[in-house]
């Protein structure tokens, strides 16, 4: 037998357990063309909360009484396909199931050998490529900037963080512990970093780290903390938005300050987008993600939860702050 999470119940607010549901099913046997995949690592995201939305989307939501779907590794156990054999590992977009059969058409091979197989998951997959193209394309920083992310400690932010040093950028992260700040500046080399649990004022706050203003914002957060880095953004700067996960689980529609005049008086870009806009150069951004952290010049912090039953709770972990890193779960 194999175990599925289905999506059980569209959330409302914060996601529960009792919104996903574990069903139990027949081992599948592949056909000709098919593998049988048995899953290693699963990445938990916070873009999947908006899956769960019965909404338009640039990504169709999940189905309920339907598996849940995210990025895996996971080992071929038995091949029927030309291109792969029993043993190897393979990366894709696959259901939150134990033991599951596909066509490989979408499948990405991976070298174990080269990296450990959660970095694939992580700094060289869609985290790593999230952080780079964002950055790099949207930010286009220029050395002496000064680059604010918030989110700083999670998967993509550190990342965001450490290639802001690497271009020679004042890095400033944002974060929610203590903890998390002495590892933002100890381990990923920010220059200072802001708790924003002991902070009253943001505005103020990122003013004190930042007297001279913020070039380049990285933002994964929304709501306060995007108004707070725009009342320091300097002229000509750059606003990445990749995510608002302050957003995601609101049952109702936000307001704010209205930014359009500090859009204006500052001529400042400001741009959303989703990491596949950039699918076509995916392989740029591996190339140099792997040079640097061959290099050393990049490290990956994870939070590794173990167990397949265990997925549901490490997804809605991520919105209590609870990883340090890229969230990913072993499942053997």
């Known amino acids: 037998m194999s175990k599925t999470i289905v999506l059980k119940q569209r959330p409302k607010g914060i996601p529960k357990t009792s919104d996903f549901e574990f069903i139990e099913e027949e081992q599948p046997l592949p056909n000709d063309g098919e593998v049988l995949l048995k899953t290693k690592y699963v990445s938990v995201d916070p873009y999947l909360r908006g899956r769960m939305r019965d909404e338009k989307s640039y990504i169709e939501p999940f189905q309920l009484e339907k598996p849940v779907a995210s990025a895996i590794v996971a080992e071929v156990m038995e091949s029927k396909h030309d291109d792969f054999k029993k043993g190897d590992f ?178 400042v870009k400001m741009q959303g987008f989703i990491v596949s806009n950039y699918e076509e150069d995916f392989l740029e951004g591996i190339q140099q993600l792997s040079q640097w952290l061959l290099e050393g010049k990049l490290k990956q912090e994870e939070t590794v939860v173990e167990g397949f039953d265990q997925i549901p709770q490490a997804f809605i972990d991520l919105f209590n702050g609870k990883n340090k890193g890229k969230m990913l779960v072993k499942v053997y």
């Open 90 to 267: 393979l990366m894709g977009m696959l259901d939150w199931k134990e033991l599951q059969v596909n066509s490989g058409k979408e499948l990405r091979k991976l070298d174990p050998r080269l990296v450990p197989l959660s970095a694939y998951l992580g700094i060289l997959g869609m985290t790593g490529l999230t952080a780079y193209f964002g950055l790099n394309r949207i930010g286009a920083p220029k050395k002496g900037e000064t680059l604010l992310v918030s989110g700083a400690a999670g998967a993509v932010g550190s990342v965001v963080g450490q290639i802001g040093k690497i271009k020679g950028l004042k890095v400033i992260g944002i974060a929610g512990t203590d903890e998390k700040v002495a590892m933002l500046k100890d381990e990923f080399g920010f220059d200072s970093a802001i708790n924003y649990n002991k902070v009253t004022d943001m505005a103020s706050a990122i003013k004190e780290h930042a007297p001279e203003g913020i070039d380049v914002y990285y933002d994964n957060v929304g709501g306060n903390t995007l108004d707070a880095a725009m009342k320091n953004i300097n002229r000509f700067g750059r606003v990445i938005n990749c995510g608002a996960i302050s957003l995601y689980n609101e049952t109702e529609q936000p307001t704010g300050p209205r930014l359009e005049t500090t859009l204006i008086k500052q001529s």
